[in-house]
């Protein structure tokens, strides 16, 4: 099946700073990718699709200055948590999508100090 | 508004035995179905999907789940559980003219018991 990885898979920073988490498809090439965040215990909850050479669409409440979203190229997708606080902390998934289904990575740890 | 139910959110099964998980989603047009399994830490495994056709879909690790139109529900099914399958299970739906977007349910923990 088709494989996503994700970058790194645990990150740990202080409050303030940005981290930059890296979306891959391995072993094809994805239009459109999807950024999740999951809470613990929690569901995943959409944040933003990112399109190939467009600006990314952000779903209601989701702050676009916040969560900085590129998609340079066909196997790519980056998600930059801006000056970085407490709350940001969570498990960011991203999802890369196929001919009929998403792919999903293995998820990236966040835990901001 | 657009939702999916799984209205367990815990349930405990002995190894063994057989296992059901309830998904009801709210929408007129009968949208893409999916369940995905997550294990601790983990990304998303898809388990099986549901586009068109027989309303009886067999997946991996031996699941297998039935679309019901009549009950807009999508139950999740193993005949006997490995102690392997204790994990998060979620429901999703794309919506057909949501681009792709996937709306996931609550989640069902599963506990294997010995």
């Known amino acids: 099946g088709a494989v996503v990885s994700q970058h790194p898979s645990r990150v740990i920073c202080k409050s303030g700073t940005s981290v930059k988490i890296e979306c891959r498809s391995l072993d094809f090439q994805a239009t459109t990718m999807f950024w999740y965040r999951q809470f613990p215990k929690k569901s995943l909850m959409l944040m933003a699709t990112s399109n190939e050479g467009s600006k990314a669409t952000y779903e209601q409440g989701v702050e676009k200055d916040k969560f900085l979203i590129n998609h340079a190229s066909l196997t790519l997708s980056t998600l930059t948590v801006t000056s970085a606080h407490p709350e940001d902390s969570s498990f960011y998934i991203c999802s890369a999508r196929g001919r009929e289904t998403q792919y999903f990575g293995p998820g990236t740890r966040l835990l901001v100090l | 508004a657009q939702s999916v139910t799984q209205p367990d959110i815990h349930i405990t099964v002995s190894e063994g035995a057989s296992l059901e998980l309830r998904c009801n989603y709210s929408?007129?047009?009968?949208?893409?179905l999916f369940w995905y399994v997550q294990s601790p830490g983990q990304g998303l495994q898809l388990l099986l999907k549901y586009f068109s056709g027989d309303t009886l879909v067999q997946g991996i690790k031996g699941f297998e789940a039935e679309f019901k139109r009549s009950q807009s529900s999508f139950n999740l099914r193993k005949p006997s559980v490995h102690w392997s399958d204790a994990a998060e299970y979620f429901c999703a739906v794309e919506y057909r003219d949501s681009w792709g977007k996937l709306q996931f349910g609550a989640g069902t923990q599963v506990v294997v018991t010995p």
């Open positions: 929408y007129g047009a009968t949208p893409y």
